[in-house]
């Protein structure tokens, strides 16, 4: 029994580094992107110690990582019931909180694990750092703040000044993420991870001899560790901004081979090659492979459609919109979906799919008001007021109206005929825009319509208050000078005022010598003064 015992212990204190090491070598999975990888092992460690909270943590972070939330949270789930005591998997959930917009709930989470671990779990501090610093809906100063934390706990650990240094560029501090980047060189002078950070803050911030020094410090990532992924597809990003396009196709290939050559690792290669690298020709030929091997990956038509746009194929880039749509179901929709889809349909002349989708994109994102814009406006293009007018009011439920927006709401009644409606939006144009001319002109022109004989004056207060505006520039609006000025020469003569209509008629010829309306008055009305 001793000696069972023995043996118990033996394994147990031998397998405690290892799942240390394992734990390392996920991690390094996860920075490669080779989240296949990741799980896997993850898997060998659940199956060797059901109460492996890392080993649960980090299979949920291979999904977190691959954008895949809803396995993620599963996985933290069963990383928290597995083992309640290690309050890892918490963390995890948390940060899931966070990206749904749920800050409080999450900081609940956050703040307990804090007061569970007495603030002595650096560990614990460092993951509440990164879910502030990672999320979707980032709060820097947070993640400061925790990770400072973290490092001043244990200041060995190169990581902790890496991911601070990281928080640090995001809240625009670039010598304080340099001075972090720069001690974890120090810590670990081997990981390519800090040269890594210092390479993306020089290619940022034009320092290190800008793009050049750069390009030499991932090239010394590269010599560091040659399967260090990131620091390959920074590389290849680079060499297309700087346009050395004949490095490229060799470090594509080794990117690939690192990231692995399964249809997810494929399908990350195809997203990389349109989101970063803009290699759109490669991108479509890799897209369309994976679909011939696996059709169901509906995903790749979400970055065909974008290649072919960007390619100018966009009847092309149209057709694989409306397959991303088609397959999609519950997953999830970004932005750029519809956006792509209604560029695409815009350029194909498919006005109701490109409104449609613009309206989409509105649904999604509630404060991205500018397509009303675009959707009124094409309908007063189209003469369509009625739609026009109803797509600026629904415009102004969301946001506060502006002149523009009033403006083209009395343009849309006025060529409807509803003049009493287009003098009440151009009133509201006046009165946010009280020094714009063509407003008060807008006015005078409702009123006049209302007052077709011009007997009551209606039109008369208005393009007195435009004349007086546009005399500081008159050859900017001398249009609009010239049509006030004949209203108000007629405006007269009906009163029998004839030498207030002579006035305003020679205006009308100062700023227009062969207006014909204006001479043929005037020689009226000097020969009736004759």
């Known amino acids: 029994m001793k000696k069972l015992l023995?043996?118990?212990?033996?394994?147990?204190?031998?397998?405690?580094?290892?799942?240390?090491?394992?734990?390392?070598?996920?991690?390094?999975?996860?920075?490669?992107?080779?989240?296949?990888?990741?799980?896997?092992?993850?898997?060998?460690?659940?199956?060797?110690?059901?109460?492996?909270?890392?080993?649960?943590?980090?299979?949920?972070?291979?999904?977190?990582?691959?954008?895949?939330?809803?396995?993620?949270?599963?996985?933290?789930?069963k990383g928290s019931t597995a083992n309640p005591k290690n309050l890892i998997n918490q963390i995890g959930l948390g940060k899931l909180l966070l990206d749904n917009n749920k800050p409080a709930e999450a900081k609940k989470i956050f703040d307990q694990a804090v007061k569970a671990t007495k603030s002595k779990n650096a560990e614990i501090l460092y993951q509440i750092g990164v879910s502030y610093l990672r999320s979707s809906n980032r709060n820097a100063d947070e993640a400061v703040k925790y990770l400072t934390l973290a490092r001043d706990l244990n200041t060995k650990n190169p990581d902790y000044f890496l991911t601070l240094g990281d928080a640090y560029l995001y809240k625009g501090d670039g010598g304080n993420a340099m001075t972090n980047f720069e001690s974890a060189i120090e810590k670990d002078a081997k990981n390519p991870r800090g040269y890594m950070r210092k390479a993306k803050l020089a290619k940022g911030a034009k320092i290190i001899e800008g793009a050049e020094g750069a390009i030499a410090t991932y090239e010394k990532c590269i010599s560091i560790d040659p399967n260090y992924a990131p620091a390959y597809k920074d590389l290849i990003e680079l060499y297309y901004a700087e346009k050395k396009y004949s490095k490229v196709t060799e470090l594509l290939a080794k990117y690939t081979q690192l990231v692995g050559n399964d249809i997810d690792a494929r399908m990350r290669y195809v997203r990389f090659l349109v989101f970063q690298a803009k290699d759109y020709e490669t991108a479509i030929t890799e897209a369309q492979k994976v679909l011939q091997d696996d059709p169901k990956q509906y995903s790749m038509y979400r970055w065909l459609a974008w290649a072919q746009y960007e390619k100018g194929d966009y009847p092309a880039s149209l057709a694989s919109s409306k397959k991303l749509f088609e397959n999609i179901g519950d997953n999830k929709v970004y932005a750029s979906d519809y956006e792509y889809y209604a560029n695409a349909a815009l350029k194909n002349k498919d006005m109701t799919t490109a409104i449609a989708q613009w309206r989409n994109i509105m649904k999604l994102d509630s404060t991205n008001t500018d397509y009303y814009d675009q959707i009124a406006m094409y309908y007063f293009d189209e003469k369509d007021y009625p739609n026009a007018i109803k797509s600026y009011e629904e415009k102004m439920t969301k946001v506060k109206p502006s002149s523009s927006d009033y403006y083209y709401i009395g343009r849309s009644y006025y060529n409807l005929k509803d003049y009493k409606k287009a003098d009440d939006a151009f009133l509201k144009v006046t009165e946010l825009n009280a020094t714009w001319p063509s407003g008060y002109a807008w006015r005078a022109r409702s009123n006049d319509q209302l007052d077709p004989d011009s007997k009551l004056g209606l039109?008369?207060?208005?393009?007195?208050?435009?004349?007086?505006?546009?005399?500081?520039?008159?050859?900017?609006?001398?249009?609009?000078?010239?049509?006030?000025?004949?209203?108000?020469?007629?405006?007269?003569?009906?009163?029998?005022?004839l030498s207030a209509a002579k006035a305003n008629y020679t205006e009308v010829i100062k700023l227009d010598p062969s207006n014909k309306t204006a001479n043929d008055a005037l020689s009226a009305l000097n020969g009736s003064q004759e």
């Open 6 to 77: 023995s043996v118990c212990i033996a394994f147990l204190a031998a397998a405690t580094p290892m799942f240390g090491q394992n734990i390392a070598e996920i991690k390094v999975f996860l920075e490669n992107e080779n989240y296949l990888a990741a799980r896997k092992m993850a898997n060998q460690l659940i199956a060797a110690d059901a109460t492996n909270a890392s080993a649960y943590f980090y299979m949920g972070e291979s999904y977190y990582e691959d954008e895949k939330a809803d396995s993620a949270k599963i996985w933290y789930e």
């Open 459 to 497: 039109a008369l207060p208005h393009y007195q208050k435009m004349i007086s505006i546009a005399q500081s520039d008159p050859a900017k609006y001398s249009r609009d000078l010239v049509e006030a000025y004949l209203y108000m020469g007629y405006h007269y003569y009906q009163k029998n005022d």
